[in-house]
């Protein structure tokens, strides 16, 4: 069987390209972290449990440090396997780092929302 050249190929509309949208993936994860760090100890000042047993361990044996280390960790892991993907695919990277961040950030907000 042969393939004539024929198959589905997604382009964005306008001049929208890989690099811009992951430009603003990045945007995304830097407010998600801030979002999820910041909603985290609040809803922990208000007496609610962190759920992530890796997270709360970290946020138990040193504070705030233990929390921006882990999202340091997460975000240097993402930006050293970055490379290892073709152009058109690397905003996965910071997709997969702002869709979960920005999920905790709903649901913290949510759980703050129900706590106070």
Do not use: Q
Not at 25 to 48: A, K, N, P, Q
């Amino acid at each position: 069987m042969s393939s004539d050249g024929a198959y589905l190929r997604f382009e964005p509309p306008g001049e929208i390209t890989p690099v811009a949208v992951e430009r603003l993936l990045w945007v995304l994860v830097g407010l998600s972290l801030v979002g999820d760090v910041v909603t985290t100890f609040v809803g922990l000042h208000l007496g609610l449990a962190e759920s992530n047993p890796v997270a709360r361990s970290a946020i138990e044996g040193y504070g705030l440090a233990g929390m921006l280390a882990l999202k340091g960790v997460a975000i240097g892991i993402g930006l050293i396997c970055r490379p290892m993907l073709p152009s058109t695919y690397r905003p996965i990277v910071p997709a997969g780092l702002a869709i979960p961040w920005t999920a905790a950030v709903c649901i913290n907000v949510y759980l703050i929302s129900t706590a106070i």
